[in-house]
């Protein structure tokens, strides 16, 4: 009893073994054969991408394009426009055409020459108005000062009776030099060359250097540049860095009464001198 009991059991160990052996190649040829039918995965391509210049930040019509504010970004070279500016050396001596917003694609119809550009007061920023200012190359930073700059007027002013504080014992009539606008846009800047002396005397002619600066400013910093260029003895621009917008308080009581005298309306400027009369020799011949 016992003898047939043992190979019964050991006889079940056997069939069950082999059930299992079967049963796991039956998975494994189940899961080949799933695999085979399995259609094959799709190879990813390299997308082919180009270069393209887009705005770093908003940019005003008229504004210079420079490195400093025209990036490249990569984009699919088949979605990039035919009229899109793909290299820095593209934009040299070029200026926004319209206004251009940060990250916006830069196209070659946006960009162009200074020639190309509208007229200036289709340019002009909506409330602003343009002011010219002549000034000599050193007064005006020398030949540094370029379209879209931001630059600070500062002008040498006569110490005037009614601009002294009470107490303050500064001697009427001295000068005294003050930055009375601040971080104002340079909508045009031109450097030239003007001919002085006695037309009939080449020999004693000279060329006289000089920049004409034009601003882009509200009406009452227009009045003030007026007033200034008609009081002051001397004007500088001086040029700012680009991002560089902190505007500074006055340094002293005169100083604030010299740039409130400049808000005045009834400003006129001195007469100008008179011409110098010629002096004429008469030579007695014996």
Known sequence: MNKSFTILVVLALFLGIGSLVLIRKLVESERAKALAERPAATEVKAVETRDVLIAKDNLETGTPLTDL???????????????????????????????????????????????????????????????????????????????????????????????????MDQPIGEKITVTFLQRVRVFDIIHGTAATGNEEDKSNQRMAQGTTATFEVTPEQADIISNAEAVASELWLVLRRFDDDEIKKPRSSLEEKVIASLHRTDIQAPPPPEPVKPTTTRKTVF
């Open 69 to 167: 504010n025209v990036g490249l970004v990569k984009m699919p070279a088949d979605i990039v426009p035919e009229t899109a500016l793909t290299s820095l050396d593209q934009i040299k001596e070029r200026f926004a055409m319209q206004t251009l917003f940060k990250g916006e694609l830069i196209l070659d119809g946006k960009a162009r020459t200074k020639d190309q550009l509208p007229k200036a007061s289709l340019m002009i920023t909506p409330g602003k108005r343009l002011i010219s200012v002549r000034v000599d190359e050193v007064k005006a930073s020398g030949f540094m000062i370029k379209n879209g700059d931001f630059v600070d007027l500062v002008g040498s002013f006569e110490v005037k009776d009614e601009m002294l504080p009470p107490g």
